[in-house]
């Protein structure tokens, strides 16, 4: 089992930038695919990007793909979501996730067993 920790949110203008972070604790990160979603307000939870474990893959929503970037510390045992030229619809609350098993539904939130709290990321006009 492991757990899942998320930081790194905040207030930030748009076209600025945050780097997102989100530890695990329990069990090695490397044996599990990763997820990114976030929930807007009034919105459902959206799938953001993915890190696949036994391949290394990525995919991204097409309204972050060039924007943001998902990437792993295998040594910190940390999953980070870098995110640039952040507009006020990036606006949610973003949250990290993680399975053992890798799945071509990457993009569903139902895929992850194992959820962090989540982050608040603001951004303003």
């Known amino acids: 089992q492991v757990r899942l920790v998320e930081s790194g949110g905040g207030l930030v203008q748009a076209g600025g930038s945050l780097r997102l972070s989100c530890a695990a604790s329990?069990?090695?990160?490397?044996?599990?695919?990763v997820g990114w979603f976030r929930r807007a307000p009034g919105k459902e939870r959206e799938f953001v990007a993915a890190?696949?474990?036994?391949?290394?893959?990525?995919y991204y929503a097409d309204s972050v793909k060039d924007r943001f970037t998902i990437s792993r510390d295998t040594a910190k045992n940390t999953v980070y979501l870098q995110m640039n030229s952040l507009k006020p619809e990036d606006t949610a609350v973003y949250y990290c996730?993680?399975?053992?098993?890798?799945?071509?539904?990457?993009?569903?939130?139902?895929?992850?067993?194992?959820w962090g709290q989540g982050t608040q990321v603001t951004v303003s006009s």
């Open positions: 996730a993680a399975d053992p098993y890798d799945s071509r539904r990457y993009a569903a939130p139902t895929t992850y067993n194992y």
């Open positions: 890190n696949t474990r036994r391949d290394g893959n990525t």
């Open positions: 329990g069990r090695t990160f490397s044996y599990y695919a």
